[in-house]
Structure formats: structure tokens, C-alpha cells
């Protein structure tokens, strides 16, 4: 055998040894993937994509409660019984921080900001996740409660419209302190707030604070 078909098989071999490298490190539209996409945008607060955006909340006595968006990330997580052959998902978590609310010598964001957590489902929908700080009966704050509830299918939950400024929120959920280990919602400082209320489309847009009859909504 000459020396020239000894190079043409080695560079065929070559050939198809590169083939097969590239055929193997491409498996993404092979992989099993749920992502956060289409329809399901309708039920996702995306304009809390604005970073640094400041939002808004009045009551009838012109006081003003302020958030500010912090944190808007998407990313692609693993699923399953193992990493090997398990599934992939998209996890959207947002934070807004709360401007009027200061606790002494506690960095854990968890009591100063408000935070939406957002799982896509294996079976389609989307687990959501919102986390609300709270205050206990002696006084101290705590992490907060988390509101659980699934979209799009809202069957078991109570899904209501509410009119702000002659702007009407079609999916509002209402977030109530109903007694237990939790006394109040504490969005400022002083807040001694009972009910959140909160659209999937545009995320939260007011409160109240039953005990001083204050509603704040949200200016938009």
C-alpha cells in the first residue's frame, strides 16, 4: 500500500471520527426541556424585567409605599429522580425590594423584599411560589408567608378583577393574614398590613391595612 492511500484513510478516519464528536455534543434538541414560553407568559409579571424600576403604592391620604425591582433571572435547572436521566426546567424568581422597610442589623434580603418564585411543571403548568414578609404576635419579624397556587389552570383558586385608576386587573389573587404565627404583612416600616392583593399578569398591585382602614394601590 502507497503512502498517498495511507494518508487518504487516515484522514478519512479523521473525517469520521469528527463527525461523531459533533453528533454527540449537540443532544439539546434531543433533551427533555419545559421551558417558560408562549401561553404561559400571560400569567408572568414581565415588567418586572425593568431592574431598578421604581413602583408605586398610594393610599387615600397621599402616603406612598415604594418597591424597587432588584432581581429578574430566569434560568434552566435539572429535574428528575437523578442528573443523568433526569429532565430540564425553566425557574424564574423575581425580587422587588422594599424601600420603606429598614430591619436593624438583619441582612437577609427574605425580610426586606418581596418575592415571586416561578417553576415550570413537567405536566405543563407552573407552580408559583409568593413570598410575602410577615411579622409575629411578639413583635419579631419573620421570613414571611409563602402563597402557593398553579397557573394557568386556576380552578382551585379564587380568581377575581379589580379596577385601579381605570386600569382593570383580570387575574387578581387576594393574599389574607389569617391569623396563627403571623399577625401582619410588613411591606414599610410600622405596616400592619392584613391583605395583598396580586395580578399574574403585573404582580402585586395593593394592599390594606385593616387596622388603621388604609387601602394603598398601585399608581400606574
Not at 16 to 38: F, R, V
Not at 79 to 106: A, F, K, N, Q, V
Not at 179 to 195: A, R
Request: proline share 3%; hydrophobic share 30%; aromatic share 12%.
Amino acid at each position: 500500500m502507497n503512502t498517498t492511500i495511507l494518508k487518504t484513510l487516515a484522514l478519512l478516519f479523521i473525517s469520521t471520527l469528527l463527525l461523531t464528536s459533533c453528533n454527540q455534543s449537540e443532544p439539546e434538541n434531543d433533551e427533555e426541556y419545559y421551558k417558560i414560553e408562549g401561553a404561559d407568559l400571560d400569567y408572568i409579571p414581565t415588567s418586572y424585567q425593568n431592574i431598578g424600576e421604581i413602583i408605586t403604592f398610594r393610599n387615600q391620604n397621599d402616603h406612598e409605599v415604594r418597591m424597587k425591582t432588584w432581581r429578574y433571572t430566569k434560568s434552566k435547572k435539572i429535574g428528575g429522580p437523578g442528573w443523568i436521566s433526569g429532565y430540564y426546567y425553566d425557574h424564574l424568581w423575581i425580587d422587588l425590594e422594599l424601600i420603606d422597610m429598614e430591619i436593624t442589623g438583619d441582612d437577609d434580603r427574605r425580610y426586606q423584599s418581596f418575592q415571586i418564585e416561578i417553576i415550570k411543571q413537567k405536566e405543563g403548568d407552573m407552580l408559583n411560589r409568593v413570598h410575602i414578609p410577615a411579622i409575629g404576635p411578639s413583635g419579631n419579624s419573620c421570613s414571611g408567608l409563602i402563597n402557593e397556587f398553579y397557573t394557568p389552570e386556576t380552578t382551585n383558586i379564587n380568581v377575581s378583577s379589580m379596577t385601579i385608576n381605570n386600569v382593570t386587573y383580570q387575574k387578581v389573587l387576594t393574599f389574607q393574614v389569617s391569623g396563627g404565627w403571623v399577625d401582619f404583612y410588613t411591606l414599610f416600616n410600622e405596616s400592619t398590613i392584613h391583605t395583598v392583593y396580586y395580578d399574574m399578569k403585573h404582580g402585586i398591585i395593593g394592599f390594606d391595612d385593616t387596622v388603621n382602614n388604609l387601602h394603598y394601590r398601585l399608581v400606574n
